[in-house]
Every structure is written in C-alpha cells, then in structure tokens.
C-alpha cells in the first residue's frame, strides 16, 4: 500500500472510530430502545436496504458482513439465524454492534478487520454483505477480490457502493463534512 493510501486508511480509521456511522445524528441512547430507535430511523431513511439485504435468506447460512457499524444490519441477520461473522476497521463499530447484540440476546463472531486482507480462508461464506463501507476503502478492487475469495463457490455477494456523484452522497458529504464543520473533506471520505 503506497503511503497516501495507508495516510487515507488512517484517516478513515480516525474518523469513524471517534463516532460510528450514524452515532451522533441517531444513537441517543446506548441500550436497547435507543438501537432500536436507531434501527427505524435507518430503515425509514433508507427503505430498501431490508429488500437489498433479504436477511430472511441468510437463515442457516455463513454469513460475513464486511463494515458493520452501529450493527442495525447485524442484528437484522442474526435475527434471521445466520451462523454470523462480522467485522469493521474500528473497535468503536465492534464494540457497539457487540453491546446490541448481547442486549438482544443475539450472538455472531465479532472481530476488527480490514476489508483488503480479510482473515478468512477461501470460500469460507454462504454469503458476503456489505452495506456502503467498500468506497471507504483505499482499494476497492482489493476488497473486491477478497469478498471473491471467502465466497463459497455459488455464494452470494451483497454489496453497496454510494455513486459518488449522487443524492446520497451530496447527502453524506453534507451530515459527515459540512455539517461538522469540515467542508474540505471530500466525497470519498465523507
Ligand atoms: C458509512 S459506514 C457504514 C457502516 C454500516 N455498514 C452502515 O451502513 O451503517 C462505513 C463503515 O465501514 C468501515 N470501514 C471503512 N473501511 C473499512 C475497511 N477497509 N475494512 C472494514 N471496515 C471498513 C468504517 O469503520 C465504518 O464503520
């Protein structure tokens, strides 16, 4: 990784594990009706994530979810009865996507881990599902690659990449750059 990439890695690694994703605007408490509140926010503000993601099919299968943030997407699966993994770049993520499950009374093997060299052997995963992390990443394509590797041949990979030039993503840069007072933050990382 070249020193600007690993610079990038960094600075993302910094800024969301200060406040995971959606901490700050949704997360006002942390227990088990301040996660669920966070869960129905997210699910009214981005209505076809339950469609994109169809947790019910995960039921029985290996499931990996690559970025997991505050873990509303997590607990979805673990609802679903997936045998679950699930990793992020940031203790922060971990922590609070280990802290709802317990609250639930769900379970998944929780680690903190890089997207661009996951710690899994090959075809190790029914599934793969990640939701708006891979364009976080300094090598996407890497990312890419290594979902390709742990997936099960004739598994499944789930993944969402935000168009930079979008609604959503003039939406992210303004919550996550203007809004907190950092406007020269670009799009890839905001
Ligand atoms: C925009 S948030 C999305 C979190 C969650 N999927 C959601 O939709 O709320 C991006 C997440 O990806 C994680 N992330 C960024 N780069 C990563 C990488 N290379 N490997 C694993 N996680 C990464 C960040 O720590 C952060 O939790």
Same mark, same amino acid.
């Given at each position: 990784m070249s020193p600007n990439q690993n610079l990038e890695k960094q600075q993302m690694y910094g800024f969301w594990n *200060?406040?995971?994703? !959606?901490e700050s605007l949704y997360?006002? *408490? +942390?227990d088990c009706a301040g996660y669920q509140a966070h869960s129905e926010m997210r699910y009214q503000l981005e209505p076809f994530i339950p469609t994109f993601a169809d947790?019910?099919?995960?039921?029985?299968q290996k499931v990996l979810e690559i970025g997991? !943030?505050? !873990?509303a997407d997590h607990q979805r699966f673990a609802e679903a009865g997936a045998e679950l993994y699930g990793i992020d770049l940031t203790e922060r993520a971990v922590e609070h996507t280990r802290r709802r499950l317990v609250l639930f009374g769900l379970s998944s093997t929780l680690s903190v881990g890089d997207a661009e060299n996951l710690a899994f052997p090959d075809e190790t995963f029914d599934q793969v599902y990640s939701w708006? +992390?891979? %364009?976080?990443?300094?090598?996407t394509p890497l990312a890419i690659e290594e979902i390709y590797r742990v997936l099960k041949s004739g598994g499944t990979a789930k993944v969402m990449i935000y168009h930079k030039w979008s609604m959503i993503g003039l939406m992210l840069w303004l919550r996550y750059a203007l809004l907190v007072g950092r406007?020269? %933050?670009n799009l890839k990382a905001a």
């Open positions: *200060e406040a995971a994703c !959606g997360l006002k *408490e +942390v947790f019910a099919t995960a039921k029985e997991i !943030g505050l !873990g708006a +992390v891979l %364009r976080h990443s300094p090598k406007p020269w %933050r």
